[in-house]
């Protein structure tokens, strides 16, 4: 049975895993933390093509069982004007309704669902160099001085890939989107989000979302326009963040300060970065996948479904064709378009924080007419997507 050295234990790399196992080929993770990256990220929303893609592998009642739904987006204006609301995607399909969960809580799921099937998971192995051997064979040296050796390496390690360097020195580097994310959590808010609902909030200077789950506890994410800040700048604390949420959006008539306001110590902030295109996808033994290729911004909240969606493919086309060049380069041509699609959808409306007053009021106007025209988003190019694992890779 051939062997895949997986390269980052976060989403894509134990979905990765678990894709192999039911393909046939047997896989071991190696995670650079010493104790996995649980204590990494505030939350994130899993859509339904990503759900599709863990549902097609059998692994997607793990994350059902630690995560909440919403069944619908409701947007309003900066001036607190109601903009309309629609059916979110998937939700045609109960199963595949978007799932809100804690990041470290969909590490966990997957993570352990990969150990339940028998997939093993090896910490503190930090990439620092690869090479494959006159027979084909891939050797991976760590930075704690051990080494793996298998008969293809798979790099599912983050923005910051180490995996993307060796492939390619010249590899372009992440790009700052010129904003940061702020994330949070509070039960203190007079404001919940209504159920099973994602509320959406267009402010003068970012853009604000929440949703409130069972227990009470509102979710919330502030993208506001921010030059990239070094680590300190990130470290300046939970007072510092709600600060600047409260501020990016006190000029507002909504409820965004407000939630930002009634939240304690459970705020973090972020550098926003993509990765617009990745010449280099892949080697003779080795390829990429999620962030490590192509990461997006938040905007389209879109990151962790692309990822789970790379995996399932890049599975596939090592079940059905006949040797790892073949497979990678039918992987690259199955996702190239329509990830760097999605970074630009993502790029693009990042690029819209700030508008004047007349670009808020035409994109009111466009806000609600989108809104009055959507169902439930089931045939868009991003969420409609799905991976049918039964059909064959040509």
């Known amino acids: 049975m051939a062997h895949a050295l997986i390269i980052g234990g976060g989403i894509a790399g134990p979905v990765a895993a678990m894709a192999l196992r ?11 933390y010493p104790t996995g990256a649980d204590h990494l990220g505030s939350f994130l929303i899993l859509f339904a093509n990503g759900l599709a893609a863990l549902r097609s592998i059998g ?31 998937g939700t045609a399909e ?26 093993r ?6 990439l620092v160099d690869a090479t494959t051997t006159p027979g084909g064979r891939v050797v991976a040296f760590f930075a704690d001085g051990t080494r793996a050796e298998g008969d293809l390496l798979i790099g599912a390690d983050g923005i910051h890939s180490r995996t993307r360097t060796l492939l390619d020195p010249a ?52 993208n506001i326009p921010g030059a990239e800040l070094p680590a300190d700048g990130l470290a300046a604390g939970p007072d510092h963040w709600r600060r600047r949420v409260v501020e990016t959006f006190a000029a507002d008539r909504t409820p965004a300060a407000a939630i930002a306001a009634a939240t304690g110590d459970a705020i973090v902030g972020m550098n926003a970065y993509d990765i617009p295109t990745t010449p280099v996808w892949h080697g003779r033994s080795a390829v990429l996948i999620g962030d490590a290729v192509h990461a ?17 493919v890049l599975a596939r086309c090592l079940r059905d064709l006949p040797d790892a ?5 039918a992987y690259e041509r199955l996702r190239r378009e329509r990830v760097e699609r999605a970074v630009a959808l993502s790029a693009e409306m990042a690029g819209r924080l700030s508008p004047t007053f007349e670009e808020r009021r035409a994109r009111d106007a466009e806000v609600a007419r ?25």
């Open 22 to 32: 039911k393909a046939g080929f047997d896989a071991t993770v190696h995670e650079a």
């Open 59 to 89: 692994a997607d009642a793990p994350v059902r069982a630690h995560s909440f739904p919403a069944e619908t987006a409701e947007f309003l204006s900066d001036t607190g004007v109601p903009l309309g609301a629609r059916p979110l995607a």
């Open 94 to 119: 109960p199963a595949l309704s978007p799932r809100t969960l804690q990041r470290a809580a969909l590490y966990r799921a997957l993570r352990d669902e990969a150990v339940r099937r028998g997939i």
């Open 121 to 126: 998971v090896e910490y503190g192995k930090r």
């Open 171 to 222: 590899a372009p580097p992440p790009r700052h989107t010129g904003q940061l994310t702020v994330c949070g959590r509070t039960r203190d808010t007079a404001d919940p989000a209504p159920p099973h609902t994602y509320r959406m909030i267009y402010g003068r200077q970012g853009f604000f979302g929440c949703t409130t789950a069972p227990d009470g506890t509102t979710y919330w994410f502030a």
């Open 296 to 312: 997006t911004a938040p905007n389209a909240a879109q990151g962790a479904s692309l990822a789970i969606e790379d995996a399932v």
């Open 325 to 329: 060049r073949r497979a990678f380069a």
């Open 370 to 394: 989108q809104v009055a025209e959507k169902r439930d988003g089931s045939a868009d190019w991003l969420t409609g997507y799905r991976v049918d694992w039964a059909v064959p890779v040509r």
